[in-house]
């Protein structure tokens, strides 16, 4: 009976986290870089996949692996975490050339991270940390709005039809669903090393 319960809970209420909106602190700044590096990482290798399966129009795979650092990156570090593990990659993408869309990612990772750290803001309860739902959701608004970026950079650069972009959207958005679950699993192991700040553990740092 405990077994079982121990675990369901760990598909319902992830451990509780200080969320700051804008945390400035030299181990936060190094931590989404470190993030943000490993992203660009795997994404070099997603992005040439999607380039030979889609010719990079649709991030099918792509889209199913950032939301493993994106989220807990926005969700853990606010709009900090958002923005710089959301450039880093188009960064490397764009020295590299690693895809016709590489100059558009500045805009469609930050209109994927940001909504992301914004929800979290919101949503988040002080007492407790995020249900699964709620990161389900929260995912899935970050990848609608990234979506409909990466849309209009397809209309834009490569001069792609309205209906394609509309599939496109309605291909990716279940990866992105897809995506919530790793996410949910990668937050609930992260909350469990020290490099995400407790609440009683700012606490302690303000007391002091």
């Known amino acids: 009976m405990s077994e079982q319960t121990a675990h369901t809970s760990k598909w319902t209420t992830l451990p509780n986290w200080k969320f700051q909106p804008l945390p400035r602190d030299t181990r936060t700044i190094i931590t989404c870089v470190f993030l943000g590096l490993c992203m660009a990482v795997i994404l070099q290798i997603t992005e040439r996949i999607d380039l030979a399966l889609t010719g990079g129009s649709i991030p099918i795979v792509s889209a199913i692996v950032v939301c493993a650092i994106w989220v807990p990156s926005a969700a853990f570090y606010g709009f900090t ?3 710089i593990t959301a450039w ?3 960064i490397i993408s764009n020295l590299t050339a690693s895809q016709p869309m590489a100059p558009f990612l500045f805009l469609t990772n930050a209109a994927h991270t940001v909504p992301v750290a914004l929800l979290v803001w919101i949503m988040k309860a002080k007492g407790r940390g995020l249900l699964l739902w709620e990161v389900i959701l929260i995912g899935q608004v970050g990848g609608i709005f ?7 950079g397809n209309r834009v650069i490569l001069h792609l039809p309205w209906d394609f972009i509309t599939v496109q959207i309605l291909i990716v958005q279940p990866c ?5 679950f790793i996410t949910y699993v990668i937050m ?19 007391t002091i």
């Open 188 to 206: 609930r192991r992260l909350l469990k090393t020290g490099l995400i700040k407790k609440n009683d553990q700012a606490d302690s740092v303000q």
């Open 176 to 180: 992105y669903f897809v995506g919530s």
């Open 81 to 83: 975490g958002a923005l």
């Open 146 to 152: 990234d979506a409909l970026t990466f849309g209009v």
């Open 88 to 90: 880093i990659n188009p």
